[in-house]
């Protein structure tokens, strides 16, 4: 069983950043692949960014390719999303995800969820 912990949302103006980090315990973080995911209010869940086992593969969202940045340290089993040039429509809870198996953009596909980290862009 593996436990997430986001942190490092808050309330930022736009064109601004912020890093959010997600810890593991639990597991094997190696073995897993990791995702970020973001909900807005009264919007379904989208997917944000993943990364593989090592760091070497990642995938993002077209809406946020170019500004957002995921990497992870597996030496200190976390994940992070460096955000910049931050936009009022990146105003979401953002979660981070595991995966065992597959870089996916996919929700189904990710077995342990965290509780989320608030982020506001205000304009």
């Known amino acids: 069983q593996v436990q997430l912990v986001e942190s490092g949302g808050g309330l930022v103006q736009a064109g601004g950043s912020l890093r959010l980090s997600c810890a593991a315990s639990?597991?094997?973080?190696?073995?897993?692949?990791m995702g970020w995911f973001r909900q807005a209010p009264g919007k379904e869940r989208e997917f944000v960014a993943a990364i593989g086992w090592n760091g070497a593969f990642t995938r993002y969202a077209d809406s946020v390719k170019g500004r957002f940045t995921i990497s992870r340290d597996n030496a200190k089993n976390t994940v992070y999303l460096q955000m910049n040039t931050l936009k009022p429509e990146d105003t979401a809870i953002y979660c981070c995800?595991?995966?065992?198996?597959?870089?996916?953009?996919?929700?189904?596909?990710?077995?342990?969820w965290g509780q989320g980290t608030q982020v506001t862009v205000s304009s």
């Open positions: 995800a595991a995966s065992p198996r597959l870089i996916s953009p996919s929700a189904v596909d990710y077995h342990y």
């Open positions: 639990g597991g094997t973080f190696s073995n897993y692949i």
